[in-house]
């Protein structure tokens, strides 16, 4: 961050060098753990079965880490520490749509949202992919949740297969629409990380990586 930037963005007024630890070692391991396990479950999908199946486990597991992870971990790790309700969540929305919405050195209110979002989807595509592969798992469950009961209405619970031995079926419908769902929610997720990067004037990917960001500013919200 060069002096002439700090310059423009009057609320950062710390000295360059200040930094702060803010992502822990687990936190960005598991960031960039999850990326590549979902990119690879997305392109080895209906490719590469067996690929696709530790992928889509890789991403349960680290899901399930990061549950854990947001109860005990670091002070920016914990959700405690940055989920907000919904009241908190629109005004910030409100305040960026004004372009003047504050800068949070952990996650912000959207930013948060947005990773319940994506732990949720995640954890629901892996779940009906692991339906999927042994259809006598479906008997586990003892009643379809009234969401995809309509889905299963004029389904025995058995799987059909297609000319070339896929799976098809209601249940390769929902994780389906669930893995594209998971490509629109990381759009906006990069898309918010993009453009926080500009108005905040730091590489918010960067930090990601490093766990470090510039100190709070008086005005930041730390
Ligand atoms: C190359 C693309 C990506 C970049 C540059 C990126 C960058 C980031 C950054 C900078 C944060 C911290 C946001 C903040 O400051 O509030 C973050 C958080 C997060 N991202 Fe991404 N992301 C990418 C792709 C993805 C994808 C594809 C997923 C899901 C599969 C994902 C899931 C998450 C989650 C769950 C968090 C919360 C991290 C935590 O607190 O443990 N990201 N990402
Ligand atoms: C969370 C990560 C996952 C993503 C993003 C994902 C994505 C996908 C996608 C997009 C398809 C459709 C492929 C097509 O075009 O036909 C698919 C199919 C499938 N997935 Fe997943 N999946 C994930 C996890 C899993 C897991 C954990 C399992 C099982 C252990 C699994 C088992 C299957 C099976 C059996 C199919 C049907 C393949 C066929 O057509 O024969 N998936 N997955």
Do not use: C
């Not at 971990?73 to 004004?98: C, I, N, V, W």
């Not at 619970?157 to 929610?185: D, F, S």
């Amino acid at each position: 961050m060069t002096d002439a930037i700090s310059h423009q963005a009057p609320e950062m007024n710390t000295a360059p060098s200040s930094k702060v630890r803010v992502w822990d070692p687990l936190v960005r391991v598991f960031h960039w753990g999850l990326v590549a396990a979902f990119a690879t479950a997305w392109l080895t999908a209906d490719e590469l079965q067996p690929v696709h199946e530790v992928a889509g486990y890789t991403v349960a597991g680290l899901v399930a880490f990061r549950l854990v992870w947001g109860l005990v971990g670091s002070r920016y790790a914990r959700f405690a520490q940055f989920l907000k309700g919904p009241g908190e969540t629109l005004a910030y929305l409100g305040d960026m749509t004004r372009g003047r919405e504050r800068r949070y050195l952990g996650h912000n209110p959207a930013g948060a949202a947005m990773i319940v979002a994506l732990l949720v989807t995640l954890s629901g595509t892996a779940f009906t992919g692991w339906l999927l592969e042994d259809e006598a798992r479906l008997a586990m469950l003892p009643t379809i949740p009234a969401i995809v009961a309509p889905a299963w209405a004029d389904d025995d619970g058995e799987h059909e297969y297609g000319a070339r031995g896929e799976i098809e079926g209601p249940l390769k419908e929902v994780h389906e629409t669930l893995a594209n769902l998971m490509l629109l929610l990381a759009a906006l997720h990069v898309g918010g990380v993009v453009l926080a990067s500009f108005r905040h004037h730091e590489n918010l990917a960067r930090a990601m990586v490093t766990g470090d960001k510039r100190g709070p500013g008086p005005a930041d919200i730390a």
